[in-house]
């Protein structure tokens, strides 16, 4: 298995222009999440999805967009691009919610900067 | 969210024990212990985790405080791969909104060969 994958590495995007971020995950976890973490802090929710066809919002949320049509792919769009979303963007999946029997996995990460 | 209290930064010997320990005195009943760790440049990874009882895996010990307010995360003999940022969260078991991973600013670990 490939795990979570995510693609591009790094990117660099101006100001006001729009983007996605890919992620894929060949586990057949029904649950997928995107995280950024900004230097010296953890890492803060933005979206997550608990199948496909089914997202919500995580705590920081604006800006930015996600959709779920398939379990493998759970894609997150920046509409505008601004500075202040210049971070290391991780993708995660699990295969359920059940904080006794299921840990997450984590993609090697997108680091994204926008002058 | 119940909260958790780490130290900033640990330093290690290669080849020796490491105790990394974790607050909670916040922590509910249904709230497990989890420990995820985050290499330079890549993103988290699952450690161990557990509710009350210690636990052991091919990569760490989990020992639980009888009152569960505080936890410690014990590398056998560290090697210099360990060397990361350790992250101790509480997690419902429930599920619903408890399925996202509340990370603090963790631990840094450093290992000296």
């Known amino acids: 298995n490939a795990g979570v994958t995510q693609t591009p590495k790094f990117q660099v995007l101006k100001t006001g222009q729009s983007m996605t971020l890919q992620c894929a995950q060949d586990m057949n976890h029904e649950y997928m999440s995107w995280y950024r973490q900004d230097p010296g802090m953890g890492l803060r929710l933005i979206h997550y999805s608990v199948g496909a066809g089914i997202t919500d919002q995580g705590e920081v949320p604006n800006g930015y967009n996600v959709s779920r049509s398939t379990t493998e792919d759970f894609p997150l769009r920046l509409l505008s691009a601004a500075p202040s979303q210049t971070s290391v963007y991780f993708c995660?999946?699990?295969?359920?919610?059940?904080?006794?029997?299921?840990?997450?996995?984590f993609g090697p990460g997108t680091r994204l900067t926008v002058t | 969210d119940a909260k958790t209290t780490q130290p900033n930064s640990m330093e290690s010997n290669e080849e020796e024990p490491v105790h990394l320990p974790c607050n909670h005195s916040t922590i509910s009943g249904t709230d497990y212990i989890h420990w995820y760790r985050q290499l330079p440049s890549q993103g988290p990874e699952y450690v161990i985790h557990?509710?009350?009882s210690n636990v052991n895996n091919r990569m760490a010990s989990l020992a639980i405080a009888e009152d569960r307010k505080s936890s410690t995360l014990i590398l056998h003999r560290a090697t210099l791969r360990d060397a990361a940022v350790y992250y101790c969260i509480l997690r419902d078991r429930g599920g619903g909104s408890n399925y996202k991973l509340t990370f603090g600013k963790g631990t840094l670990l450093t290992v000296n060969p």
């Open positions: 995660a999946s699990s295969a359920g919610i059940w904080a006794d029997l299921y840990e997450q996995y």
């Open positions: 557990g509710l009350t």
